[in-house]
């Protein structure tokens, strides 16, 4: 009871920690959204700081722009108070400076069209201006210093060159509030990925713990189970002893029951039929009187005291005889069962083939005209002289209920099968009617035409033996037809020592 | 003839058994005192008695199923003392277990019959243990 109890247990604690399992499958789907957002956090922050580098390249640029334009001027003047080839050359890296910055910011500003609005209004303005500077250079370079002063003089190149400055200040002021915007956007995006980075490292302490308690947990169960599980099957061994010795002594008691039993029944038949038989010859001795009173004295002749004496009484003493002498027949029979219970088993190597020609020779003289074939027969290792009561039997029965309309063929075969060896007694005989297949095997039953001799115990002592071999025995028989028993053995019978 | 008669000590606890080989035994011609115990207790009590150890050897017919003990332990007990183990012992039972057997002769047994429910038989085996009884010396006591 005990241990069915703790059985169950286990088996609920095994279940208890496959539920025990979910808040660790929860915590690791969490984990992944967690590593998923992270994953995704990162990709926009790097686009936002791509955005903020972006415009810083765009304010770049643009100041750029207005140095190299400045640049481009300064070298000019320079170039027309003093002349020379480094003013001209300034001037000209200046102008050419100012067309590719000018270039650039129009490319990076592809995405905002008002940005390109303004770049469109400042690129006439920056090329008037820069055409303004060439025709002084050219005048300059041509000696006519006058027409490039009086240009300088008209104060256009300065018109030029604020409205520039004007358009170029709004241009990087909106880019300023663009930086501002994406500088904020990128460093939301910084700390939210802080934020997730942080949630999911004490996720993972978190889920660490869990799996390792829940691990915990669930190994001292599987070390629980193991430990029941070793303790149950020493129990278990224990009660198959146990239950073993009992049947042993179950087994030993029925036996020598049997044999009291028979013991005890035999000493009153030793009686009746003792006395019986004094009577018989008190019988013979009252006839013998009647007989000499007779002659003497014919007139006591009566028919009815003839007929007590020479028929009633010898009819009664005859039956009783009959009975006792069944009776100890049966008796007989169930201590020869008993005893063959009681003796020890010796397996030893036998040959099969032999041992069954061996019991259709000693039952040749009986078998007539019938013929036996013993066909070669597996050989086994078990107890020779159970087995050879088992065929002895099986053949003599199968010659004794032969049908004596067709002439007797009897067949002995057997076949291996795995562990064990089929043996088929089979003949061409009088067969068993389908209802008493099993009821021939009973003690004392016999069944069909009760033509032959016998007590009905060959069969039923067969199958006592073949099952203390440890095998089994069945009939297949048609009655009219014939009769096959085949008996089923293992190759090898344990020793009796070898059970316990 | 015998000049000492021998007694014969039945015991036999079935009064009919006892019965039938008492008479079978007058039958056989065997005319010697026959004293019958129906128990192994007062057997043995008249067997171990002074008087019956002084008057010398005693022919025991046993059975060995008694109420109250063994035949075999009466055995052993008669094989175990020193006047009375010359008396010769005829084991009589129903028994025909070959291991009982063996055992009462090795105790010291003279004879193990086996009573036969054969009546014929078993008239045959008493006749017959009546003529060895005839026939038998009883080693006269010093």
């Known amino acids: 009871m005990a241990a069915q109890h703790s059985l169950a247990e286990s088996a609920s604690v095994g279940l208890l920690g496959r539920r025990g399992q979910w808040p660790l499958i929860i915590g690791f789907l969490v984990l992944m959204a967690v590593g998923i957002a992270t994953v995704w956090l990162v990709i926009t922050s790097r686009a936002q700081n791509q955005w903020v580098a972006h415009t810083f390249e765009v304010q770049t640029r643009t100041t750029s722009l207005l140095n190299a334009l400045q640049q481009a001027e300064t070298a000019q003047r320079g170039y027309l108070l003093v002349g020379g080839d480094i003013y001209a050359r300034t001037y000209r890296s200046g102008r050419d400076a100012t067309l590719r910055n000018l270039a650039e910011i129009r490319k990076l500003t592809t995405d905002n069209a008002e940005q390109q609005r303004r770049i469109d209004a400042v690129e006439p303005i920056v090329a008037a201006r820069l055409a303004d500077l060439e025709q002084i250079m050219t005048f300059a370079e041509s000696d006519r210093l006058i027409d490039a002063v009086a240009r300088v003089r008209s104060n256009e190149g300065k018109r030029l060159m604020d409205d520039v400055r004007r358009r170029l200040g709004a241009i990087l002021r909106v880019e300023a509030r663009l930086l501002d915007q994406r500088s904020t956007r990128a460093r939301n995006s910084a700390y939210a990925l802080l934020g997730v980075t942080l949630v999911g490292l004490s996720l993972i302490v978190l889920i660490a713990f869990l799996a390792y308690r829940s691990l915990r947990r669930y190994t001292q169960a599987i070390v629980a189970a193991s430990d029941e599980l070793k303790v149950l099957n020493t129990d278990l061994e224990g009660r198959v002893a146990e239950r073993t010795a009992d049947l042993t002594a179950a087994n030993e008691e029925i036996q020598r029951y049997a044999y009291i039993v028979s013991h005890d029944l035999r000493a009153p038949l030793v009686n009746i039929m003792g006395f019986t038989s004094e009577l018989k010859a008190v019988r013979s001795d009252i006839a013998a009187f009647r007989q000499a009173a007779i002659e003497k004295a014919p007139e006591l002749d009566t028919k009815e005291s003839r007929i007590l004496i020479e028929e009633d009484l010898a009819e009664a003493i005859g039956f009783i005889s009959t009975s006792t002498a069944k009776m100890d027949r049966l008796i007989n029979a169930i201590l020869k069962i008993s005893r063959e219970g009681g003796r020890v088993l010796t397996p030893e190597r036998v040959d099969m083939t032999a041992l069954a020609e061996n019991a259709a020779q000693a039952i040749h003289h009986q078998a007539g005209d019938a013929t036996i074939t013993v066909e070669p027969l597996p050989s086994l290792v078990s107890d020779r002289l159970a087995l050879e009561q088992i065929f002895g039997n099986l053949i003599e029965n199968a010659v004794k209920y032969l049908d004596a309309s067709r002439p007797g063929e009897i067949v002995v075969s057997g076949i291996e099968r795995g562990g064990v060896s089929e043996y088929a007694v089979a003949d061409n005989g009088r067969g068993i009617a389908p209802g008493d297949h099993e009821r021939v095997f009973d003690l004392f039953r016999r069944s069909g035409t009760q033509d032959r001799p016998g007590e009905g115990i060959g069969l039923a002592h067969v199958r006592a033996l073949v099952r203390r071999l440890g095998g089994t025995i069945t009939v297949t028989s048609e009655f009219g037809v014939g009769s096959t028993f085949t008996v089923t053995l293992p190759k090898t019978l344990l020793s009796e020592g070898g059970r316990g | ?142």
């Open chain 2, 1 to 142: 003839m015998n000049p000492n008669p021998v007694t014969i000590v039945m015991i036999e606890d079935d009064a009919g058994h006892a019965r039938l080989i008492e008479k079978n035994v007058r039958r056989a011609g065997v005319c010697n005192e026959i004293k019958h115990f129906a128990d192994g207790t007062s057997a043995l009590a008249h067997l171990q008695a002074a008087d019956v150890r002084a008057a010398g050897p005693v022919l025991i017919l046993l059975d060995l199923n008694l109420p109250d003990m063994s035949g075999v332990d009466i055995l052993a007990k008669l094989k175990a003392d020193e006047k009375m183990r010359r008396s010769p012992v005829i084991v009589l039972t129903t028994t025909d277990d070959k291991t009982e057997i063996q055992r009462c002769y090795d105790l010291g047994a003279n004879v193990y019959i086996t009573k036969p429910v054969d009546y014929e038989n078993f008239a045959n085996a008493i006749r017959q243990l009546g003529l060895f009884l005839s026939v038998m010396q009883v080693p006269e006591t010093e």
